[in-house]
């Protein structure tokens, strides 16, 4: 097992490309994935990680980076570990590096958004020491 930081290198390569977006559909399957080109944009401030077993990639995970008035912050999105692959840790391990990244860019705060059914993930958000924030999140769909 191998977290590595994806960057427009890897993002070009049509397999690995191909299992992300397979990953994305176990998570969100309603929703279309930006391209590789529109994620991995100098200009977007994001870490994209992904777990590889034996050059397969079976868990992904991203983190935006950025400064407010309030702090910098990183807001964790679209974990997600293949079916097949749950249970062994692999969510953890990808939550730790992004977390280790955070360290690394002084960041002051890291947020997360989990939907309410999903318990083996609040289970390790909790087990990771994030804390339920008092506030409600809106959305303004375009």
């Known amino acids: 097992m191998e977290i590595k930081i994806l960057d427009k290198e890897t993002?070009?390569?049509?397999?690995?490309?191909n299992q992300i977006y397979a990953l994305f559909k176990q998570l969100s399957p309603n929703k279309r994935p930006l391209n590789f080109d529109e994620i991995l944009h100098q200009n977007n401030q994001i870490v994209l990680i992904a777990c590889f077993i034996a050059d397969k990639v079976?868990?992904?995970?991203?983190?935006?980076?950025?400064?407010v008035i309030s702090g910098k912050k990183g807001w964790i999105e679209d974990v997600v570990v293949s079916e097949n692959y749950r249970g062994m840790g692999i969510g953890r391990k990808l939550i730790e590096k992004l977390l280790a990244i955070a360290d690394e860019e002084y960041l002051t705060e890291v947020l997360l958004f989990t939907e309410d059914h999903r318990n083996a993930a609040i289970h390790l958000y909790e087990s990771l020491n994030f804390k339920r924030?008092?506030?409600?999140?809106?959305?303004?769909?375009?």
């Open 58 to 67: 079976v868990g992904i995970a991203s983190m935006a980076n950025y400064s």
């Open 133 to 142: 924030k008092e506030s409600n999140i809106f959305v303004l769909k375009r």
């Open 11 to 17: 993002g070009k390569n049509p397999i690995i490309q």
